[in-house]
């Protein structure tokens, strides 16, 4: 008994992480029925995407510009060891649109509204107002978590090409006004070295972590316990997850796009 | 007509509803009473489907609740939450007039926003308070407001869970007589739960008191006083003394 005790530790962690996969898959299918299917709440849909899209535009600007500026330093330094300084505005580019706009910002937006997504729903969990809802013939999947979903996915895409055009930017700026880089030349390479697929991926990863961010909000709120510390735990437990969810199908999407 | 049928619910290991059998006849107020945490809120709760059951059934008009469409079902109640679960991010008129904003009894914005200031008004609020937001509300009013949106669509069966707490006198009074207006006038069918003895006997038809997971008595409120149960008799007169502990 004590010897195995530990393998029966493991075994229950894994079949509750199981049951957690479980439980959300069912959650995610219903959420993507109640999206297709009427009634629709437009203003709830507006209200969704003026909260979590167009507020979200600062922290995505901002982790754009830094992040591309610092990116141009490292790639003009780490290259200059083997004298190919001129890569940086290629390597900017891709490095912006294919991997950091989309996760950086994915992770910033997380941060924002997978927790004010889940604490605004286990608030109103632990004062009724879920089950008012429900009493007033109105089906919370549809009124709370279709709209902020929908609105999600759809923003997401739309901050990463924004925050991908600042990124770039950044680079931009560091290299013509830094390094010496020949302001025409930097943005022709940029410019060139951009395929379709770089940015059409970028643009997908964006929806799915949009999905995920808003997706996680709604089900941790639903779930939240009773209580300002059931809130609180959910919250946190929904930015957790969100940020692990967004790296670990970062790799799966990558894999997929480039790997063959 | 409602009839719960040995309904038994428990929470982890705290078993709180034990076999609760009760039936209320349509257009009759029954009031119900009991102990703090008795499984009073709880017990509207599995009428309404916000809780399930962990066994026993619950019939509306002879049919059973869990196998109904929802909607439907749900659009013939009203009901005033115990902390009022008012929209915090809707005006108190939206909050009134919810259900007349979207489904099937949706109107247009203007009727619907007249509908809710008509309805606060029977709940002695005023047509200012129709644009601010809940949390700008007092507690008493709040509780005012949940009222307002609970018969705002004049559903045939109104669950009141503690409508008078919290209320002044005075005002306390005013929602007695609503609730005794609606029942009468409206013919609708009411659950209330209150701990005020005054509201009893101004709302009640039929009194029931919950206690150890079980309907202990019922009967006709003409017979609260006279019923010789022990328990109801210390639940009535308020008397730490009697068979129901005080913990202290
Ligand atoms: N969702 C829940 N999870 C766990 N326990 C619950 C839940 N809902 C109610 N309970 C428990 O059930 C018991 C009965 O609760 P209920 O709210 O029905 O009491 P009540 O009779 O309405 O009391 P009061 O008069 O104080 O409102 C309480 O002990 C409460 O802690
Ligand atoms: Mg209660």
Redesign the interface.
Known sequence: MGLLSPIAALGRNVLSALAWVGRLSIFAAGTVRHIFTP?W?PREIWHALLTIGWLSLPVVGMTAIFTGAALALQIYDGSARFSAEAVVPQIVAIGMVRELGPVLGGLMVAARVASSVAAEIGT?KV???I?????????PMKYLTAPRVLAATLSMPALVAVGDVIGIMGGYLVATQRLGFNAATYITNTVNILSFDDVFSGLVKGAVFGFLIALMGCYQGMQSGRGAQGVGKATKTAVVAASVLILASNYLLTEVFFSA | MIEIQDIHKAFGPKEILRGVNLSIPKGESMVIIGGSGTGKSVTL?CI???VHPDKGKILVDGKDVEKQD??EF??R???L???G????SLHVWENVA??LL???LKRPKKEAREIAIEKLRRVGLTPDVADQYPAELSGGMQKRVGLA?AIAAEPEIIFFDEPTTGLDPIMSGVINDLIREIVVEMGATAMTITHDMTSVRAIADKVAMLHGGKIRWTGPVSELDTCGDPYVHQFVSGSAEGPIEAVR
Not at chain 2, 85 to 88: R, S, W
Request: proline residues 3%; hydrophobic residues 40%; without cysteine.
């Open positions: 009634p709440y109103m004062t009724e107002q089950d008012a809802l429900v009493t007033l013939s109105t089906n | 709760k309404l489907g916000l929802r909607e749900l659009s109640f009203g009901m939450f115990q902390g679960a008012l929209f915090d919810f259900r979207r489904g099937k949106r």
